[in-house]
């Protein structure tokens, strides 16, 4: 199932939710037209109030492409970092624990922007890419446009010994090196997407 974040609630995108919970706020809305999606997606981006919403249509690729077009679209590849003792990375960004990531840059692939990306904001270097994970998506504002923000995850290896030289400039401050299922305090104070990335490798 395709979803899309919206900060603490979840835009999900299918072709039947006829069995999902319809008394805890959620929002469900099957498509019709352009118009009165973008008018949707307006609304929701905008509440406060209401909980998940649910887009329903028989064409999902069609849906999907609908969609995208309510927003400026930026893409970005982020990096789930282990060291040689089976620890992965999280850093403190914003308050928030999160990922290392960034946008891509002109002529690279998600690979290429996700090595160059978390080798920035960590300072950890050299670092192998290992395998692709999986795509994440989150809306926000940006200079009253609403953003859809795409961002291909890879789990990355750092074979050195030293450690994190965190980039200040993007309001990280703070790291740590984390077990496998002792991540407890990151399901507290982190995103949902984070929580995506480290779920599929059964960290959390």
């Not at 352009?34 to 064409?59: C, M, P, R, T, W």
Request: net charge neutral; with cysteine.
């Amino acid at each position: 199932m395709y979803k899309v974040f919206f900060n603490d609630r979840v835009a999900f995108f299918g072709e039947d939710f006829s069995t999902i919970d319809k008394r805890r706020g959620n929002l469900f809305y099957r498509f019709t037209n352009s118009l009165e999606l973008q008018q949707k997606v307006a609304d929701f981006f905008s509440s406060e109030e209401a909980g998940n919403l649910y887009i329903s249509h028989e064409d999902l690729p069609l849906l999907i492409k609908e969609f995208k077009s309510c927003f400026v679209l930026i893409e970005a590849g982020g990096g789930l970092v282990f060291n040689r003792h089976g620890e992965f990375l999280v850093i403190a960004r914003k308050g928030k624990w999160d990922l290392p990531k960034g946008k891509l840059e002109k002529g690279e692939d998600f690979e290429t922007a996700a090595l160059r990306e978390v080798g920035e904001e960590t300072g950890l270097k050299p670092l192998d890419s290992v395998q692709p994970l999986i795509s994440t998506y989150h809306t926000y504002k940006l200079s009253e446009r609403k953003v859809l923000k795409r961002t291909r995850w890879f789990e990355l290896y750092y074979p050195g010994s030293g450690e994190p030289v965190l980039e200040a400039e993007e309001g990280i401050t703070d790291f740590r090196w984390v077990k496998p299922a002792r991540g407890g305090f990151i399901l507290k104070n982190t995103y949902g997407s984070v929580l995506d990335v480290l779920a599929i490798r059964g960290l959390i």
